[in-house]
Nanobody, 118 residues
Framework: QGQLVESGGGLAQPGGSLRLSCRASGIPFSIYEMGWYRQTPGKQRESVATKTGGGMTMYADSVKGRFIITRDNAKNTVDLQMNNLKPEDTAVYYC????????????WGQGTQVTVSS
């Protein structure tokens, strides 16, 4: 059974930085597409950044140039470096593992709160 465990998050001032980390276990990490999503009350969960095992990366327009997703296939980790944070980045952030074949299940982390406020 796969599991994703997130760490990081917390409170930051506008213009500040935070780093989120996610460690996967129990899955063939290198063939999973990994990503970070976020959700605010009353809104749908939205994709923030994703990275395939081969290194292809996608970012939401709202975070391009500010957030960086990295992954380490040897350590089964995916990180999200968040720079120049804005109040609108406040949300619960979730790590996500998407299976790249029909027999591979998808997984979500438990979520970590990020609050950007002065």
């Amino acid at each position: 059974q796969g599991q994703l465990v997130e760490s990081g998050g917390g409170l930051a001032q506008p213009g500040g930085s935070l780093r989120l980390s996610c460690r996967a276990s129990g899955i063939p990490f290198s063939i999973y597409e990994m990503g970070w999503y976020r959700q605010t009350p009353g809104k749908q969960r939205e994709s923030v950044a994703t990275k395939t095992g081969g290194g292809m990366t996608m970012y939401a327009d709202s975070v391009k140039g500010r957030f960086i997703i990295t992954r380490d296939n040897a350590k089964n980790t995916v990180d999200l470096q968040m720079n120049n944070l804005k109040p609108e980045d406040t949300a619960v952030y979730y790590c996500y593992a998407e299976g790249t074949a029909s027999h591979l299940p998808n997984y979500w982390g438990q979520g970590t709160q990020v609050t950007v406020s002065s």
